[in-house]
């Protein structure tokens, strides 16, 4: 299929068919690449800031619904380990250098009390899922909107899908599980701004950053099923799917 003038069709398919080109050129112009640069205070990052609207009708803090999180990334070799989503401070997907490639570690908030007060933390849990260095996969990162995390994964060697806890799939749930608000507010600490976010890329002050390529994000207000992954993730969007909040392609040349 080729873009160009002329009349759409409707009811067309376009398959992701994901290239590993060293080429800066053609790899910057179909993703977004990292550097690995930052200054005294940030490192790269691409955010969306959660619309006042969206986080009134949906992300407040009596709904406490779920959203899932979608993704391609390329780590670069040799960058250590990193981060490559951040939600509101307390959530998200990490990776650790492996000799193999790198491990997804999965990012969840949990409550502890510091001095009689709720205090939140980031807990990171290792899933055992490897994703090799100078590659695309796919990272689905989702919360059910009351205590369950979940990270799926499919890397590019994969032929039958299927996501096996333990094997391309990870779930940590619990009753002390932090019910993120927007902005995610306890006795303690409260997340920096108003809203909420999902930040790509590089987390502030950071001693070892991402660098490498994220591409094709999407944000749903929906906990995607299993088969829904599979149907979707090599496929482009429309932007008319129900759940659909947020969808950034890459293929601007940016």
Not at 175 to 198: E, S
Not at 220 to 244: F, Q, Y
Request: aromatic letters at 12%.
């Amino acid at each position: 299929l080729k873009y160009g003038t002329g009349t759409a069709v409707q009811g067309a398919k376009v398959l992701l068919s994901k290239s590993d080109n060293n080429d800066d050129k053609n790899k910057q112009f179909y993703s977004l690449h990292f550097s690995g640069a930052r200054n005294e205070d940030h490192s790269e990052c691409l955010e969306w800031k959660v619309p006042d609207e969206i986080v009134e009708n949906y992300f407040n803090s009596t709904k406490k619904n779920p959203w899932t999180v979608q993704f391609y990334v390329r780590p670069e070799s040799g960058i250590g380990d990193c981060e490559v989503l951040n939600v509101n401070q307390l959530a998200g997907v990490n990776l650790k250098q492996k000799d193999d490639g790198y491990e997804v570690r999965l990012v969840y908030p949990k409550i502890r009390l510091t001095n009689g007060l709720r205090d939140p933390m980031g807990v990171i849990e290792n899933t055992g899922i490897i994703i090799p260095a100078d590659k695309f996969s796919h990272i689905v990162f989702s919360y059910d909107g009351a205590s369950t995390y979940t990270v799926r994964v499919i890397t590019p060697d994969t032929d039958n899908i299927e996501f096996v806890e333990g094997k391309r799939k990870m779930t940590v749930t619990g009753a002390d599980n932090v019910l993120l608000d927007w902005p995610y507010k306890t006795d303690y600490w409260y997340t920096d701004g108003q809203g909420g976010y999902f930040r790509f890329g590089n987390f502030r002050k950071l001693s070892k950053i991402f660098k490498g390529n994220i591409d094709e994000i999407r944000i749903w207000s929906k906990v995607l099923t299993d088969a829904e992954i599979i149907a979707t993730h090599d496929r482009l969007l429309t932007c008319t799917e129900a759940n659909l909040l947020c969808y950034w392609p890459m293929d601007e040349g940016i």
